[in-house]
T-cell receptor, first 114, second 109 residues
Framework: DADVTQTPRNRITKTGKRIMLECSQT?????MYWYRQDPGLGLRLIYY???????NKGEISDGYSVSRQAQAKFSLSLESAIPNQTALYFC?????????????FGPGTRLTVL | QKEVEQDPGPLSVPEGAIVSLNCTYS??????FMWYRQYSRKGPELLMY????GNKEDGRFTAQVDKSSKYISLFIRDSQPSDSATYLC?????????FGTGTRLQVFP
């Protein structure tokens, strides 16, 4: 089984709909991250969390919210989806115990907002 | 200006070629630098990391950091079709990674 899983893998929705993307990990890591990837813009950080009670905004948090339900689960919500939120979304985890910040990525969720 | 800049390519080379992938960064406080490899329809995976200036070699891959010029490089020797992927450089900003936009590499037989 994969260490970092994301559901759904693909989603097509309409403008104004509420969407939740879920991430689960079995690596026992404390740190979890949500990124979006767009052509020409690379990976951009949306939110990150160092534990259940510690949530931080990233570079592009507007229009998104997150919930850290447990150490192993970190969900990303789009309260009212808009077309420019069409992107590939990645969840990542890190132990935080290394001197360097190695992150482990999930397989991604391809979201299309019509 | 983005904190980490990377030429997006695409780069197309024949099998066996030496490939050079490059990034620049602006924040002199960055200490750790990483290269991630991302195959099509997959999440990125850490390929190599380096600390401060210098070289690090792992098989056919060499990562190089020049802090004086704020330049990060990844060299691939004897490139193979299986190396075809997008390569992302990243700088470790303590709690977060700052990624370049990625360079798409195609190695043809």
């Amino acid at each position: 089984d994969a260490d970092v899983t994301q559901t759904p893998r693909n989603r097509i929705t309409k403008t104004g709909k509420r969407i939740m993307l879920e991430c689960s990990q079995t690596k026992g890591h404390d740190r979890m991250y949500w990124y979006r990837q767009d052509p020409g813009l690379g990976l951009r950080l949306i939110y990150y969390s160092f534990d259940v009670k510690d949530i931080n905004k990233g570079e592009i948090s507007d229009g998104y919210s997150v919930s850290r339900q447990a150490q192993a689960k970190f969900s990303l919500s789009l309260e009212s989806a808009i077309p420019n939120q069409t992107a590939l979304y990645f969840c990542a985890t890190a132990s935080g115990r290394n001197s360097y910040n190695e992150q482990f990525f999930g397989p991604g969720t391809r979201l299309t907002v019509l | 200006q983005k904190e980490v800049e990377q030429d997006p390519g695409p780069l197309s080379v024949p099998e066996g070629a030496i490939v050079s992938l490059n990034c620049t960064y602006s924040n002199s406080a960055f200490q750790y630098f990483m290269w991630y490899r991302q195959y099509s329809r997959k999440g990125p995976e850490l390929l190599m990391y380096t600390y401060s200036s210098g070289n690090k070699e792992d098989g056919r891959f060499t990562a190089q950091v020049d802090k004086s010029s704020k330049y990060i490089s990844l060299f691939i020797r004897d490139s193979q079709p299986s190396d075809s992927a997008t390569y992302l450089c990243a700088a470790d900003n303590t709690d977060k990674l700052i990624f370049g936009t990625g360079t798409r590499l195609q190695v043809f037989p």
